[in-house]
DNA sequence: TACAATAGGTAACATAGGTTGCACAACATA
DNA sequence: TATGTTGTGCAACCTATGTTACCTATTGTA
């Protein structure tokens, strides 16, 4: 008997990160989004119980976003596994400046290096790879990490512009550098 | 025979800052500094064309004081120059943490690498201690700055907590491992 | 086809922030 | 001590944004 939607909360979910990755997280007003929808706020505020809820929606839907570029690059198989996962997070800043911001550059009090259970997947694999002591596999990822963040980073601010495959060779020095530095310590 | 002014540009500005510490620049607002001060918005108003100036007098401020840490870790030389620059970067991350994140963790399009003849200080320093020729020099240059940055970013969101001294093991490794991998990338 | 239920549009209200007009107060000078 | 100049506080105005009340339009069903 009522009138059918004309949006569902994926539509609007959808407009909103559309609104993000053009104006950032400041740029998802109401109003912007209404327009970018073709409607008034009306609709928004009927599916959604306020901004923040549509705020959450977009952060969810940008780490979503998030691990299809990783696992993108996982399944390529054009990289070993430990570096697809660096390249497709900097893929994503490349591509999804907005949302890595969103996601990787605010504060993040509390936030564990990886989540979840994901350090217990990599360390052994970093262990194999390097001969490495747990200890030291630890702090040669911890490292290694502080690199991939920092290219990501510069490339989201537009301070740096790489092509990917400058990127792949950069990782590389990184890794047999460090990779050379820690083994050697290890023989002391 | 008006009245005296009851503050300064400086102080105004300096409270500013403070205010920006305290909630990035998103909290500098013409009402939160009348507070800051302990007055109305009028005086900032008398001394300052707009918030927008206001802004830029934070923004000059807070650089003036990162070249001050710059300085310092120069003149104490724990470390050698060229390390003495990444030091008082990340310590500058690490104790102005709004203020590292408004200069160095916003949009940089069209921001070099270094900023005016700095470059032409550094690379030939690189090239003295590693030996590289110039090209070599500017790309190892470009990777220790990558982590350099990665340390200092992620300090200034609190997604790391490290010691200074923690801080300057892990540019070694960084150091010593591309020296590695450059010098031996060199010899072929 | 008439109706009930309700999605959507419009416009209003509330709040936050930038900016300004006005009356008053302070103070160097005569 | 009287005066002119002008810095200050107060309160208002304007805009942007979140949110909501209310009316209208739509549509499955009887």
């Given at each position: ?76 198989g054009k990289y070993p596994p430990y570096k697809a ?40 694999v970093?262990?194999?790879n ?59």
């Amino acid at each position: 008997m009522p009138p059918k939607f004309k949006f569902t909360r994926n539509e609007i979910t959808n407009a909103a990160l559309n609104l993000t990755r053009k104006a950032g997280p400041d740029g998802l007003t109401a109003r912007a989004l209404a327009e970018e929808l073709g409607c008034s706020v009306k609709p928004i505020f009927d599916l959604f119980k306020n901004m923040e809820e549509v705020q959450g929606a977009v952060l969810s839907a940008a780490q979503d976003l998030y691990q299809s570029y990783l696992a993108e690059d996982m399944a390529a198989g054009k990289y070993p596994p430990y570096k697809a996962g660096g390249m497709g997070y900097i893929r994503f800043a490349r591509e999804e400046r907005e949302l890595f911001k969103m996601l990787f550059m605010c504060d993040r009090k509390g936030e564990p290096l990886k989540p979840g259970k994901e350090m217990d997947v990599i360390i052994p694999v970093i262990m194999k790879n390097t001969g490495l002591s747990r200890e030291k596999a630890e702090l040669f990822h911890l490292e290694m990490w502080i690199f991939v963040h920092g290219i990501a980073s510069m490339i989201a601010t537009s301070y740096l512009d790489l092509e990917m495959e400058t990127v792949s060779g950069v990782l590389t020095d990184a890794y047999m550098g460090l990779k050379a530095r820690f083994c050697a310590a290890e023989e002391e």
